[in-house]
């Protein structure tokens, strides 16, 4: 009987938490939702600002290399500008190619930030109808907790009754 009662135990704090955790999910979806989006905008933000600085220590360097020597000038022309000689070694690819390879690199692009995501389960449970079937089954969780795992049983207070009778029939006897 010990064995059942610590099941009914762990099973009633399982339906608790798991009710709980339904509404909490039911009412606050869209607020996690939009948290995870900050987030995630934060990061790439600092990132992008990491670049930036590395960007301008780079362009004042080459600043202070340009004031040393303006004859470098030229090489910085034509290194930003990328003239090319005629006789390029390299093949040049074909205007289908280069859109070719335009779409592909933009489908890749779109791929990753849908993969950045990985929140679905979050924008599963916001939509609408969702959140109402979460709040119902943790509604749902909770009074079910609460009518068969956590409230009165009959049969154990039974159980109690008797053996307080019997341990005070005991006790008489043994005091005769």
């Known amino acids: 009987m010990d064995f059942f009662r610590f099941l009914q135990t762990i099973m009633f704090c399982i339906c608790i938490a798991g009710g709980f955790l339904f509404l909490s999910l039911s009412y606050a979806a869209p607020e996690i939702e939009l948290y995870f989006q900050n987030r995630q905008t934060l990061i790439e933000s600092e990132k992008m600002i990491e670049k930036l600085r590395e960007k301008k220590f780079i362009c004042q360097s080459q600043m202070e290399m340009l004031k040393r020597d303006p004859k470098l000038l030229q090489v910085f022309h034509d290194k930003m500008f990328i003239i090319y000689k005629k006789a390029s070694p390299y093949p040049q690819?074909?205007?289908?190619?280069?859109?070719?390879?335009?779409?592909?690199?933009?489908?890749?692009?779109?791929i990753k930030t849908a993969d950045k995501s990985g929140l679905e389960w979050l924008r599963f449970a916001n939509k609408g109808e969702n959140r109402k079937l979460l709040f119902v089954c943790g509604t749902a969780m909770i009074v079910t907790a609460l009518t068969f795992l956590g409230g009165f049983?009959?049969?154990?207070?039974?159980?109690?009754?008797?053996?307080?009778?019997?341990?005070s029939e005991y006790e008489e006897e043994l005091e005769k």
């Open 93 to 110: 690819p074909s205007e289908q190619d280069s859109r070719k390879a335009e779409m592909i690199i933009k489908e890749l692009g779109d």
């Open 153 to 167: 049983n009959p049969q154990s207070s039974q159980d109690t009754n008797s053996r307080e009778n019997i341990s």
